[in-house]
């Protein structure tokens, strides 16, 4: 965060309004949306609700059954939030992808990649592999690129203002990338135990060690140390009502933690949606409304990009590294879990998979060394091939490549599992050491004042 700017309150990324422009958006747009104009006699058409962007009902991984959407805490989080990712430092998002732009989607095809539809917000660019279906022989791999649609309620300036919009300064907002930063900003004043870390000066801890045996004290000093104590009560009593009030304040963030979430997201759009090529991909495969054309996209993405948080990088750090490896992700949660023991196994069932989808070339591989060795067998057993030191020495090489070579393989796939092995041991140390455990539980028992602050009840409408 930039201290020039802590005190700003956010403002929504763009102006125009793409789904029901009106008509000063069909003058900004210079009749790209004749259609769409209001007629200069009859009056703007009135903007539907913002309820009727949701979807018909979602899950909720807290309950067993589906719920209906509304514009609450509990489906916002669900939509908007990054789910595992909220949990990692920023510092540790380069073992997921490289810090750099997503690319274009035209691009994503050039390099063969499948675009998959994901409706959950930690998957949105990952990348995976998936089997292409028996096509052309069989036991092939494809690239996957999971990518989530943007929600039509994004594209309302409404949802920005009215939804996502908090009262609490850029200083109140530290609680956005990482778990680890969040639980500093919460905890500051206290430690584990919920006291406070360094007593002020003139506490009462300093002065019962300062203090001596109160009976060589005469009655002067003992009233003197009943001044200090109460004086250190209270400074005590102000201290912890100041770190209650810097925790709510923190914790009243998650706003603009959904805030940062979406906006990296729109961010990421932008990115992807680049060209009129891509904005056809998109549209093909679903990930942009219907409604959205290529003028009114081109619109809001110079706003987008040039709107002063996303000049400023004040968005979810998560955005800045464009696509990740799903797979590594994955391995990250369970080692951040204590699981190291299913991540060596997860590495082990990829060599399977490897040999599973590769066995008809090492097949083919394995059968043409039987031949060759059969073959030079049957030539040494005559005499012309027998007497060639050419043929001899051709035979004994050959020999040693067949025996050398099955060996050297394996044990080229037990030092990378072995290296495997150390690299993610050292990962699992290290992250038991700058993952803080209580940082997920802090953030979410802290949300729950958080929401009652600025939504009220979960379940209620905004």
Same mark, same amino acid.
């Given at each position: 965060m930039n201290g020039s700017d802590s005190s700003l309150q956010p403002t929504p990324p763009f102006s125009i309004n793409i789904l029901w422009p009106t008509s000063a958006d069909g003058d900004a747009n210079s009749g790209l949306l004749p259609s769409r104009k209001a007629s200069p006699r009859s009056p703007p058409p009135p903007?539907?609700?913002? +309820? /009727?962007?949701?979807?018909?009902?979602?899950?909720? +991984? /807290?309950?067993?059954?589906?719920?209906?959407?509304s514009l609450t805490a509990a489906y916002l989080v669900t939509e908007l939030g990054l789910g595992r990712l909220d949990g990692f430092s920023h510092h540790w998002f380069w073992l997921l992808g490289s810090p750099a732009l997503p690319r274009p989607l035209h691009d994503c095809v050039h390099r063969g990649r499948t675009i998959c539809v994901t409706e959950r917000m930690d998957r949105h660019l990952g990348l995976g592999l998936g089997s292409d279906g028996g096509r052309g022989g069989g036991g092939g791999k494809r690239d996957l690129l999971y990518l989530k649609p943007l929600p039509r309620f994004l594209l309302d300036t409404r949802f920005w203002e009215q939804v996502l919009a908090c009262e609490c300064k850029r200083d109140d907002t530290v609680v956005v990338m990482s778990g680890r930063r969040s639980w500093i900003s919460r905890r500051s004043g206290s430690n584990s135990n919920g006291s406070a870390q360094s007593s002020p000066p003139g506490s009462l801890r300093s002065q019962s060690q300062m203090q001596p045996h109160p009976q060589s004290q005469s009655q002067q000093q003992r009233e003197q140390q009943r001044q200090q104590r109460a004086q250190s009560e209270k400074t005590v009593t102000s201290s912890a009502s100041a770190a209650s009030t810097s925790s709510s304040a923190s914790s009243t963030c998650e706003k603009r933690h959904l805030w940062d979430c979406a906006l990296g997201f729109l961010y990421s759009y932008a990115a992807l949606v680049a060209h009129e090529s891509d904005f056809r991909i998109a549209q093909e495969h679903g990930l942009l409304p219907a409604e959205v054309t290529w003028h009114s996209w081109r619109l809001l993405t110079r706003q987008v990009v040039t709107s002063p948080d996303v000049v400023a990088h004040r968005f979810h750090q998560r955005f800045l590294y464009g696509e990740m490896m799903l797979h590594r992700l994955r391995e990250i949660s369970q080692l951040k879990r204590g699981g190291l023991v299913p991540v060596l196994i997860g590495r082990l069932d990829r060599f399977a998979r490897f040999f599973q989808g590769n066995v008809r070339w090492l097949a083919s591989l394995m059968a043409y060394i039987a031949i060759v060795l059969s073959s030079l067998q049957a030539g040494l057993t005559t005499d012309r091939l027998a007497a060639s030191s050419a043929f001899q020495s051709f035979a004994s090489g050959f020999t040693m490549f067949s025996l050398i070579a099955p060996l050297s393989i394996l044990l080229a796939f037990g030092g990378y599992f072995g290296l495997s092995l150390v690299y993610h041991v050292g990962v699992h140390l290290v992250t038991s050491h700058l993952y803080v455990g209580t940082a997920r539980q802090a953030m979410i028992v802290d949300g729950v004042n958080a929401f009652q602050h600025h939504w009220g009840d979960s379940k209620s409408e905004v």
């Open positions: 903007p539907p609700p913002l +309820e /009727s962007y949701l979807p018909g009902v979602y899950r909720d +991984e /807290s309950l067993p059954q589906l719920s209906t959407p």
